[in-house]
């Protein structure tokens, strides 16, 4: 395997984690000014949910997508081909999940290379043939041997605290708040984490639409068979549009996890956290022409 390092997407998530931590600073001072209950008492529940998140975070991204991890005697030739490509790409084997699903999607999660998961759909299995399906799940692995994984689930544990200070931040405040600013400090509070939502997810927009990228690169590198990926996610694309909206279009916002997001629109395609699937695919064209001429 000819596996270089991306120091691109490297600085990428340095950067992502820097600006993440100083929003969490700027957020964590408003709100505990605003909605009372003290600095402490908001960095132990941030803490909490942020080791919960970092320990557990497979398993509650799983178990979130009904996805079940799976032995090597229920789907042997699944179990086969995450084995034989973790071996190519020198990595621990990770849990293996299946979600019983129509729509052609797949993922992966977890906090770090040894334990981490790579979850695929029914729909993805009945899609793709052998070779297609190997690109896919090396394109997880990449995500996995990239490590980008875990910037990913913080950036989106903030982006989650956020909205829901925006949505029940009226609960928070229970009539006053520290210091006589009643209604006016809850409403402040709430434009604060209303605007710190946004930030997080024009980050986590940013960052998930150049790990794509690389995590196609590595793919690449992994199988050396760029054009099996290529000719997967045309599969996955064209699929997808023929997806009933009742049919996991709920988990729309695990987007930034999966090979192809759920398509919600116009607006949706506008701030996609993947970047264009034909961009994709001439990426993955150009470095079949690459490796051909060597």
Do not use: C
Not at 141 to 168: E, G, Q, Y
Not at 173 to 193: F, N, T, Y
Not at 235 to 249: A, F, L, Q
Not at 262 to 267: C, D, E, F, L, Y
Request: zero cysteines; charged letters at 15%; a neutral charge.
């Amino acid at each position: 395997m000819n596996w270089q390092a991306d120091w691109g997407l490297r600085f990428r998530m340095f950067l992502t984690m820097f600006l993440l931590f100083a929003l969490y600073i700027v957020f964590a001072g408003v709100i505990t000014a605003y909605m009372g209950g003290g600095l402490l008492v908001f960095a132990m529940l941030f803490g909490g949910m942020s080791l919960v998140q970092y320990y557990y975070s497979d398993t509650l991204t799983l178990r979130s997508m009904g996805a079940k991890t799976v032995s090597a005697e229920e789907y042997p030739q699944l179990h086969g081909s995450v084995e034989r490509l973790s071996q190519q790409a020198d990595l621990p084997k990770p849990k293996v999940a299946v979600m019983d699903s129509n729509v052609p999607n797949a993922f992966a999660t977890g906090r770090n290379q040894k334990n981490a998961a790579v979850a695929v759909t029914t729909g993805l299995m009945r899609t793709l043939d052998q070779d297609e399906l190997d690109g896919v799940i090396a394109h997880e692995l990449a995500h996995v041997k990239n490590r980008d994984m875990m910037v990913m689930t913080f950036a989106s544990l903030l982006a989650t605290i956020a909205f829901m200070i925006v949505r029940w931040g009226a609960f928070f405040g229970g009539g006053q708040s520290r210091g006589g600013k009643g209604g006016g400090g809850i409403m402040v509070a709430i434009l604060v984490s209303l605007i710190v939502w946004i930030i997080s997810y024009l980050l986590i927009r940013a960052l998930s639409r150049y790990r794509e990228y690389s995590a196609d690169r590595g793919a690449a590198a992994i199988t050396g068979n760029p054009s099996a990926l290529a000719s997967a996610l045309m599969k996955i694309s064209g699929e997808m549009d023929n997806v009933p909206k009742n049919d996991m279009r709920e988990e729309a916002e695990m987007n930034a996890f999966f090979i192809i997001p759920i398509k919600s629109g116009i607006v949706g395609r506008l701030f996609s956290t993947h970047p264009p699937t034909e961009n994709r695919i001439e990426q993955l064209r150009s470095l079949e022409q690459e490796m051909q001429s060597f």
